[in-house]
């Protein structure tokens, strides 16, 4: 595969319109902005470094790491889903990343053969790094584009909950680019041994966001 077929393949793969319904979902952000721990541009930044650094986002980026070295092993990327899913913090963290994976690997299919990709109830971040592993396509570009989609979703949901506006969430964009690109470096050289964290706000928004009525998001 070339530079720029890889590129352009996990463009599609990570696209806003490659059907995995990341719209659907704020990762607590909505319940954090309904607390106003989340009220501006300043705090939003805040909100998504932490969680880039210490929370779930970081053991994702470890698991789609793993799982991409791993990527010919079915019985590895099995363990890594049934880990992904216990280390869910809550029960609409766990659908999230769930219906997720699922809907991914039923679009990602079109670029390979049948009973080729992992599971459906496989989580998001282990089958988008099963499945780049297997297309060959360079750990640490998939795991900065991960990332970074991450981050634009998190801007997406703000922008619909009128944290900040689009010159807002541009400005965010440009600035967390260093910390896209260091946790995308780090994480590329991770192990198991590496996942944790202590974004412990991030996680009871996740868990409290389920009695949140009403609301925009499914989590």
Not at 17 to 40: C, H, I, M, Q, R
Not at 74 to 103: K, Y
Request: include cysteine; charged fraction near 15%.
């Amino acid at each position: 595969m070339t530079d720029t077929t890889a590129l352009i393949r996990l463009m599609s793969w990570l696209s806003p319109v490659f059907p995995t319904g990341g719209f659907a979902y704020s990762a607590g952000l909505e319940k954090a902005v309904a607390d106003n721990a989340v009220t501006d541009t300043r705090s939003l930044e805040g909100w998504i470094v932490a969680t880039l650094a210490h929370g779930a986002p970081w053991n994702d980026a470890v698991l789609l790491a793993v799982a991409h070295r791993s990527a010919a092993d079915p019985s590895a990327i099995a363990e890594f889903a049934d880990l992904s899913r216990a280390l869910s913090v809550s029960a609409e963290r766990r659908t999230e990343t769930v219906d997720q994976g699922a809907a991914f690997l039923d679009a990602a299919a079109h670029w390979f053969g049948a009973g080729a990709l992992p599971q459906r109830d496989t989580p998001l971040p282990v089958a988008i790094g099963a499945t780049a592993g297997l297309a060959g396509i360079e750990a640490k570009a998939v795991l900065a584009a991960f990332l970074n989609t991450l981050v634009t979703n998190q801007l997406q949901c703000a922008i619909r909950l009128t944290v900040t506006g689009q010159a807002g969430a541009a400005q965010i964009l440009a600035s967390l680019e260093p910390s896209v690109a260091a946790t995308a470096r780090r994480a590329a050289a991770a192990t198991l041994d590496e996942l944790g964290g202590s974004a412990f706000g991030a996680d009871i928004a996740s868990m409290t966001h389920e009695t949140l009525e009403p609301r925009l998001f499914l989590s």
